[in-house]
């Protein structure tokens, strides 16, 4: 009951960029009982889908796997095949060069 509350909360979400969307896998597994009889469950596990912030790359992480403060965009999220340190890095310089602009500049605040 609880998780359902969560995914349509974070369903809401769904049309904001990076943060794409969350889809569940079923896995099935077979398990042995003592007396032999083969059992069949199933498993759900739940999947968010990313887009990294650095190369654009979508990706999937199991949520259980996630913080889940970081289920928002207000953070980045960088994909395995990037170094978030690199990123982090590069994003810090982006920063910079939007301070040192001059007030004469004519970029549209909009484009910031
Ligand atoms: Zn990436």
């Not at 979400?13 to 597994?29: A, G, L």
Request: charged content about 30%; hydrophobic content about 30%; aromatic content about 10%.
């Amino acid at each position: 009951m609880l998780s359902i509350f969560i995914d349509s909360f974070y369903n809401l979400n769904v049309n904001i960029v990076m943060f794409i969307k969350e889809f569940k896998k079923q896995t099935r597994h077979v398990r042995k009982s003592k007396t032999g009889k083969e059992h069949t469950y199933k498993r759900e596990v739940t999947h968010c889908v990313f887009r990294c912030d650095n190369c654009d790359v979508e990706f999937d992480r199991t949520r259980g796997s996630m913080d889940p403060k970081r289920l928002s965009n207000n953070y980045f999220h960088v994909c395995k095949n990037c170094d978030s340190k690199v990123f982090a890095q590069k994003k810090g310089v982006e920063k910079k060069q939007v301070w040192n602009m001059s007030a004469s500049s004519t970029t549209p605040i909009n484009k910031l």
